[in-house]
């Protein structure tokens, strides 16, 4: 094994392959073909009635475009100067994809929350697509240069500085770092102002209301005393009336044979889930449209019963593809994309959900469809980042780079990339200039999928 120092030292020489400073190099293209070609090409595994839903999602504004659009940055980057400092990336880690849950101890912590794209990877992947993604939030909000470029600067310093303070932690307490909300809460409410204590408490609380029973409130009404999940077509599409016309598109087999499917799925599970989940009955199953850059793939919802009507519990059974990094940074040791998705997670989170788990159907046509499953809602929340103040953006850039740097630290070598990083600025200024570009390509881009 080689000493840290020697790990360092090797980090350190990754600058000679490639400077610190040529990470932040891009030249903006116009009106280029790989945009329509790279969507298109995602487009033909989406279900085709919903494509419509995806892009008028996507074309609300330059940072829905991007939220939907991990795929071309993934190009973008493979195409430009990078390291072979690998870690779990989380593949798609946009400031929007970073927010508030319940652990399974029930405290509230702040941690990445979309895994669709994760795969290992070089770090500049992830800390690229945040950064760039700081630069477009804090642009679609109309906030100054200044603000813009502080936020950027600051969110990459703290990147940084939080590898090179893992560094100096033993591998188990790096393994259990995390942010906790409440503690965060009290080390800063002193120099936090009143109202945007008040602002955190409420979407804190909003968060811990927002579980099975209150999706069963929301999604589902009584029909001659029965409980069933309300149809609210393209958007929630109940499996009768899936069933009851021909939609051949919506071709999801577990209707036919869902205690099998969740006998599959129960494998991933430790055998205590087990348990639990054979607690519950199966009540009704309906196709949900979920996020921007997920509409097209199959989600449904599945919701069950323990004890009484009152007792609900509501998965989500996502469909799970091909990560849009293993085109260019190779494939996924695991066969089955589900299984990709929840490895990925549980290698990244330090707390995650309990009943996070995968499952793979096979239509009747032959074909083989990847899943993973999780609680619909277990106590999850984030920031508007359509309403966010300039004091949230620049709080909320902060965690989030600390945040990734924690699931960096962890995953990959944390030596060899604090050697890699260094201790002054470089790494900072060469990420604000690529912030600022790659904003112009994402604006460029914009206008190119406006005319698909």
């Given at each position: 094994?080689?000493?840290?120092?020697?790990?360092?030292?090797?980090?350190?020489?990754?600058?000679?392959?490639?400077?610190?400073?040529?990470?932040?190099?891009?030249?903006?293209?116009?009106?280029?073909?790989?945009?329509?070609?790279?969507?298109?090409?995602?487009?033909?595994?989406?279900?085709?009635?919903?494509?419509?839903?995806?892009?008028?999602?996507?074309?609300?504004?330059?940072?829905?475009?991007?939220?939907?659009?991990?795929?071309?940055?993934?190009?973008?980057?493979?195409?430009?100067?990078?390291?072979?400092?690998?870690?779990?990336?989380?593949?798609?880690?946009?400031?929007?994809?970073?927010?508030?849950?319940?652990?399974?101890?029930?405290?509230?912590?702040?941690?990445?929350?979309?895994?669709?794209?994760?795969?290992?990877?070089?770090?500049?992947?992830?800390?690229?697509?945040?950064?760039?993604?700081?630069?477009?939030?804090?642009?679609?909000?109309?906030?100054?240069?200044?603000?813009?470029?502080?936020?950027?600067?600051?969110?990459?310093?703290?990147?940084?500085?939080?590898?090179?303070?893992?560094?100096?932690?033993?591998?188990?307490?790096?393994?259990?770092?995390?942010?906790?909300?409440?503690?965060?809460?009290?080390?800063?409410?002193?120099?936090?102002?009143?109202?945007?204590?008040?602002?955190?408490?409420?979407?804190?609380?909003?968060?811990?209301?927002?579980?099975?029973?209150?999706?069963?409130?929301?999604?589902?009404?009584?029909?001659?005393?029965?409980?069933?999940?309300?149809?609210?077509?393209?958007?929630?599409?109940?499996?009768?009336?899936?069933?009851?016309?021909?939609?051949?598109?919506?071709?999801?087999?577990?209707?036919?044979?869902?205690?099998?499917?969740?006998?599959?799925?129960?494998?991933?599970?430790?055998?205590?889930?087990?348990?639990?989940?054979?607690?519950?009955?199966?009540?009704?199953?309906?196709?949900?449209?979920?996020?921007?850059?997920?509409?097209?793939?199959?989600?449904?919802?599945?919701?069950?019963?323990?004890?009484?009507?009152?007792?609900?519990?509501?998965?989500?059974?996502?469909?799970?593809?091909?990560?849009?990094?293993?085109?260019?940074?190779?494939?996924?040791?695991?066969?089955?994309c589900g299984r990709r998705v929840v490895e990925g997670q549980r290698a990244i989170q330090t707390t995650g959900d309990i009943l996070l788990g995968w499952v793979q159907e096979k239509l009747p046509d032959g074909r083989e469809i990847?899943?993973?499953?999780?609680?619909?809602?277990?106590?999850?929340?984030?920031?508007?980042?359509?309403?966010?103040?300039?004091?949230?953006?620049?709080?909320?850039?902060?965690?989030?780079?600390?945040?990734?740097?924690?699931?960096?630290?962890?995953?990959?070598?944390?030596?060899?990339?604090?050697?890699?990083?260094?201790?002054?600025?470089?790494?900072?200024?060469?990420?604000?200039?690529?912030?600022?570009?790659?904003?112009?390509?994402?604006?460029?881009?914009?206008?190119?999928?406006?005319?698909?």
């Open positions: 094994m080689q000493s840290i120092k020697e790990q360092r030292k090797e980090g350190k020489a990754y600058r000679k392959i490639t400077q610190r400073s040529s990470l932040g190099q891009w030249e903006v293209k116009t009106d280029r073909p790989i945009v329509k070609q790279l969507l298109l090409k995602q487009e033909a595994t989406r279900l085709p009635q919903l494509i419509p839903e995806r892009r008028k999602r996507m074309s609300v504004s330059p940072l829905t475009f991007f939220r939907g659009s991990a795929i071309i940055q993934a190009h973008d980057i493979s195409s430009m100067p990078g390291t072979n400092l690998r870690v779990q990336a989380c593949g798609d880690a946009h400031i929007g994809n970073f927010g508030i849950f319940a652990s399974a101890e029930r405290r509230m912590v702040f941690d990445i929350n979309d895994f669709d794209e994760t795969l290992p990877a070089p770090f500049e992947v992830d800390i690229k697509r945040l950064l760039a993604s700081i630069e477009i939030c804090g642009r679609d909000r109309g906030f100054s240069r200044q603000v813009r470029e502080s936020a950027v600067y600051e969110a990459a310093a703290n990147y940084r500085n939080t590898i090179a303070q893992c560094c100096e932690m033993g591998n188990m307490a790096v393994w259990y770092n995390h942010l906790d909300v409440e503690e965060l809460i009290q080390q800063n409410e002193k120099n936090v102002e009143k109202e945007q204590v008040k602002k955190t408490r409420a979407i804190i609380e909003k968060a811990m209301n927002k579980n099975s029973e209150r999706a069963v409130a929301k999604l589902m009404e009584t029909v001659d005393g029965k409980l069933r999940i309300k149809s609210n077509p393209p958007i929630i599409v109940p499996i009768r009336d899936i069933m009851s016309v021909d939609r051949p598109y919506f071709d999801f087999n577990f209707q036919y044979s869902i205690q099998k499917a969740l006998e599959i799925y129960k494998k991933s599970l430790a055998e205590d889930r087990k348990r639990l989940i054979d607690q519950y009955e199966v009540l009704e199953l309906a196709h949900k449209v979920v996020g921007v850059g997920s509409v097209g793939r199959r989600a449904w919802i599945l919701v069950m019963m323990g004890r009484e009507n009152g007792d609900p519990l509501v998965l989500q059974i996502k469909e799970a593809e091909k990560s849009v990094l293993e085109d260019y940074y190779g494939n996924s040791v695991y066969k089955k990847d899943y993973y499953v999780r609680q619909l809602w277990d106590s999850k929340g984030s920031v508007d980042l359509t309403k966010i103040t300039e004091a949230e953006y620049l709080a909320l850039s902060l965690l989030c780079s600390k945040t990734l740097a924690f699931a960096h630290a962890k995953t990959g070598n944390r030596f060899a990339l604090s050697g890699y990083l260094g201790k002054e600025d470089v790494f900072e200024r060469a990420m604000v200039n690529y912030a600022a570009a790659y904003a112009d390509q994402n604006e460029a881009d914009f206008e190119v999928f406006k005319t698909l």
